[in-house]
């Protein structure tokens, strides 16, 4: 397993931005594909945004045109880059990564993930 902390969070108003950070554990951090997911009160956990480990990237429908990922592999950091929020963002977000192949969009599955951070809360006030 790689090991995640995710910061960056806080509190903004509607139509602010913020980025979130996710540091990993050098080990296998190269060749995991890296996510992130959110999870609101009362809501099950969601995905966000993925960035495989070929380069390849997916958003959710609610996220797309606003949000950003990108992974700096010097640093073994994964960023989201969050513009434009909207109090419907309000959530604790959480980086996950996995070195399983995904398939069929199976990447918005939380099972697919095997690494977990402890999630950071961003509350977007309206």
């Known amino acids: 397993q790689v090991h995640l902390v995710e910061s960056g969070g806080g509190l903004v108003q509607a139509g602010d931005s913020l980025r979130l950070s996710c540091a990993a554990s050098q080990r296998s951090y190269g060749s995991d594909s890296m996510a992130w997911f959110r999870q609101a009160p009362g809501k099950e956990r969601e995905f966000v945004a993925v960035l495989t480990w070929i380069g390849n990237i997916y958003y959710s429908d609610s996220v797309k045109g606003r949000f950003t990922i990108s992974r700096d592999n010097t640093k073994n950091t994964l960023y989201l880059q969050m513009n434009s929020l909207k109090s419907d963002d309000t959530a604790v977000y959480y980086c996950?990564?996995?070195?399983?192949?995904?398939?069929?969009?199976?990447?918005?599955?939380?099972?697919?993930?095997?690494?977990w951070g402890q999630g950071t809360q961003v509350t977007v006030s309206s």
């Open positions: 996950a990564s996995t070195a399983r192949a995904f398939s069929n969009g199976s990447f918005i599955r939380t099972q697919e993930y095997d690494s």
